[in-house]
């Protein structure tokens, strides 16, 4: 059965990145834009959701990766690689630090560039243009973070910090 890409129903997600973890957020976020969550999902198709993700500039990284994690960009001229630490980068610019670890875990085509990446609206505080479209949705749940205790297991129990 075929199923034509112009007929599919795109939903609207929102995430709050609020004391989450960078690259476990990510992770929640890059299927959402995939489609890998439907059953109609064709990797060669256009046939993910609309993601808005708010309070970017709140997230938080694991281990010393604040210090020690380096962005690389490159300003096309001779010798221009520059870099700049993570927390020097989520001060500056919060909503690129997500979006890189984003767009990191989605496959490099033509998908990616031309319509995935134009579906993820990263915020850096709690407002956003898309009330109309998200209304009064509730953010998905938080994504669990693992105790180092040894009983935690995804699933099987949830996850509450006091």
């Known amino acids: ?5 112009a007929v599919a129903q795109r939903a609207w997600h929102l995430i709050d990145a609020k004391n989450q973890v960078v690259g476990r957020l990510a992770t929640q976020i890059a299927p959402l ?3 890998k969550h439907k059953p109609t999902f064709r990797p060669n198709a256009d046939c ?3 993601v808005v993700v ?4 709140k997230v938080k990284f694991t281990g010393k990766k604040l210090q020690q994690k380096l962005y690389y960009w490159h300003t096309n001229y001779p010798g221009g690689l520059r870099s700049r630490k993570a927390g020097d980068q989520l001060a500056r610019q919060p909503t690129k630090v997500l979006r890189s670890a984003v767009l990191g875990m989605l496959t490099r085509n033509k998908l ?3 319509y995935m990446e134009k579906r993820l609206h990263i915020y850096p505080g709690e407002a956003h243009p898309h009330t109309a479209e998200v209304g009064d949705l509730k953010p998905l749940p938080r994504v669990p973070y693992p105790s180092r205790k040894g009983d935690f297991h995804f699933g099987l129990k949830t996850f509450d910090k006091k």
């Open 48 to 50: 993910g959701d609309n």
């Open 33 to 35: 834009l995939k489609g």
């Open 1 to 5: 059965m075929s199923f034509p890409g």
């Open 112 to 114: 990616r560039h031309g």
């Open 54 to 57: 708010i309070n970017a500039e």
